[in-house]
């Protein structure tokens, strides 16, 4: 049995309606779509992850992007309230499946709001974008449920981009990557390496020297390798459409398994 899992979703045959904020309009194709989602998967378990589908929302068109419906700390699950009013909904399965793989619960509550996209973890250090999607009172309550645990949690502006991690995450060692043109405070990263494309900013940690990453981010990618690191690439291009990154097709689940 791996030992690591991380929770998908299927794509909704309403993904082509999906939000975008930042940036303009473009046609999705979602049999494309279903097909990339696929091949992601099939990544996350050519390396060791055990995947496991969270009930579809087929009313709801973002609901493919899970990692937004619940934030991980530990055994803990931080059940999000969405900015979006419109992604409310999807939170509920994502709570069903947490709950039994045997998660402790907690949720944001109104007037919070939280998506998890807004959340990166570096060690035990928790940064929370502020933004469109994440309140205050959201950040409030996430450094309630999970300073007690250990985290030390640092409040982070967003406003070029929809989550934090649309332009920011961490390689293995701890060292933060990010695209500066989408970033709002550089500075409050300690190690920081800046990346030539954004999607290069984009990074899910599959184990080892292993990083996923969208295969729209040649230069990042060799420039990774150039560090020790081996990419592994996937088209993700119909959910970039939508504002979406490798980050947010999955929850990984490493430290309750690890």
């Known amino acids: 049995m791996p030992s690591k899992k991380a929770l998908v979703r299927r794509p909704s045959p309403r993904l082509a309606e999906g939000l975008v904020t930042h940036i303009e309009r473009a046609e999705v194709d979602v049999d494309l779509a279903v097909e990339q989602w696929e091949a992601y998967g099939e990544a996350l378990r050519t390396h060791g992850w055990e995947t496991i589908e969270v009930d579809p929302a087929d009313d709801c068109p973002d609901s493919v992007f899970v990692e937004d419906t619940v934030v991980m700390y530990k055994n803990v699950a931080l059940i999000a309230r969405p900015g979006a009013e419109s992604r409310r909904e999807e939170t509920a399965g994502t709570e069903e499946a947490v709950a039994a793989l045997g998660c402790s619960v907690n949720w944001v509550w109104d007037p919070g709001t939280l998506e998890g996209g807004d959340v990166l973890k570096v060690g ?3 940064f929370v974008g502020r933004g469109g999607r994440t309140n205050a009172a959201g950040v409030q309550q996430l ?3 999970f300073e007690p645990l250990g985290a030390r949690v640092v409040s982070v502006p967003v406003s070029k981009v929809l989550h934090l991690k649309s332009a920011v995450t961490a390689l293995p060692d701890g060292t933060v990557v990010g695209h500066i043109p989408k970033m709002d405070t550089p500075s409050l990263f300690g190690r920081f390496l800046p990346v030539p494309e954004e999607a290069g900013a984009h990074v899910v940690l599959l184990g080892g020297d292993k990083l996923l990453m969208a295969a729209s981010a040649p230069k ?3 420039l990774y390798a150039d560090l020790g690191y081996e990419p592994v690439l996937v088209d993700i291009s119909e ?4 504002e979406g990154c490798v980050t947010c097709l999955s929850v990984r689940l490493r430290e309750l398994y690890a």
């Open 143 to 145: 450094r309630a449920a």
């Open 124 to 126: 035990d250090t928790v």
């Open 239 to 242: 959910f970039e459409k939508l």
């Open 220 to 222: 990042t990618a060799e």
